[in-house]
């Protein structure tokens, strides 16, 4: 039965960081279907760009709810992505030496976009420009 | 070789490349290529976005004068194409994930693929309405 199963998609990694980036992929993306399809639907189809502004995100920053759910979705759709993007890395990049590059930026990348992603959700402070909001409508 | 390959090689040699038009990809190959290809775009988009998002920080003046990028007719039918890359990704993702806990799936992979595209086009067709339609409000066309 096995011997004939064809191969569909990718084989189970049998241990060690593959084997947990494998669960990685399928805990995180099970979560950013709620996520990341909520996210576009309330804020891409719901509301558009056409009433989407600064004081938008203000008011909608104001509830801890949407913080929460919106760092949660920015740490794992950048995880997933760049972890995905590391497997095309070593599909397509075979000399050891690019290859070392290319997850060494990967994982920079994720450093620095978590970094600039957390200071914006966590630390936006609206009140800061209440009289810049008021003068501006 | 088989008969009918050897006939193939054959047809391509004689008559040049366009002999392989009737050739077709193995059963999964495009599904994984879109899945990829979905994948990686959906991450670019999303380093823009965490980008565009800090500069709230900078107060309403800079974060609202960006947004007339995001007003922009080809934003917006990027925004379109982001959104079906989305649904298209988290469909074929539910059918990977589907398989691999449930390994006789594998005999159904044919429509289970039909499914995913059936779950896509019920997600795509009314969001794409709802968007072009704002586009098309809005004036930005
Ligand atoms: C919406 C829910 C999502 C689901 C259900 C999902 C599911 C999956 C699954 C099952 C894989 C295969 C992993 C493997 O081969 O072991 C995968 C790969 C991948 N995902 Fe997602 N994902 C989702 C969202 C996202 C998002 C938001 C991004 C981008 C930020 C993304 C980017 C990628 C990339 C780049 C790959 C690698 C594809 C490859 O090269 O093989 N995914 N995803």
């Given at each position: 039965m096995a011997a004939v199963r064809p191969h569909?998609?990718?084989?189970?990694?049998?241990?060690g960081f593959e084997l947990y980036s494998w669960y990685f992929f399928r805990v995180s993306g099970l979560l950013l279907i709620f996520l990341a399809i909520g996210h576009v639907v309330i804020?891409?189809?719901?509301?558009t760009v056409d009433e989407i502004d600064w004081q938008f995100v203000a008011d909608r920053w104001n509830s801890p709810f949407w913080r929460a759910y919106d760092w949660l979705m920015l740490f794992l759709a950048l995880l997933h992505g760049l972890n995905g993007a590391r497997l095309a890395v070593d599909d397509y990049i075979r000399p050891q030496g690019w290859r070392v590059l290319a997850h060494s930026i990967l994982w920079t990348l994720a450093i620095v976009f978590l970094i600039i992603g957390s200071i914006a959700v966590?630390?936006?402070?609206p009140s800061r420009f209440e009289t810049l909001a008021q003068a501006g409508g | 070789m088989t008969t009918e390959t050897m006939r193939d090689v054959h047809r391509a040699t004689t008559?040049?490349?366009?002999?392989?038009?009737?050739y077709r990809p193995p059963p999964g190959m495009i599904s994984w290529a879109l899945h990829r290809i979905t994948g990686l775009g959906v991450l670019l988009f999303l380093l823009l976005h965490i980008v565009d998002i800090f500069l709230v920080n900078y107060g309403p003046d800079t974060f609202n004068e960006l947004l007339f990028l995001y007003r922009h007719p080809v934003f917006r039918i990027g925004e379109i194409i982001l959104v079906a890359g989305l649904y298209y990704h988290a469909a074929n993702g539910v059918r990977i994930i589907l398989i691999d806990f449930w390994p006789a799936a594998y005999r159904y992979e044919r429509q289970l693929f039909y499914g995913v595209i059936a779950v896509f086009l019920a997600g795509f067709l009314p969001t794409a309405f709802l968007m072009i339609r704002a586009m098309l409000q809005a004036g930005g066309a």
């Open positions: 569909i998609g990718r084989e189970r990694p049998s241990g804020m891409h189809v719901i509301n966590l630390t936006f402070d | 008559r040049g490349i366009t002999a392989y038009r009737g």
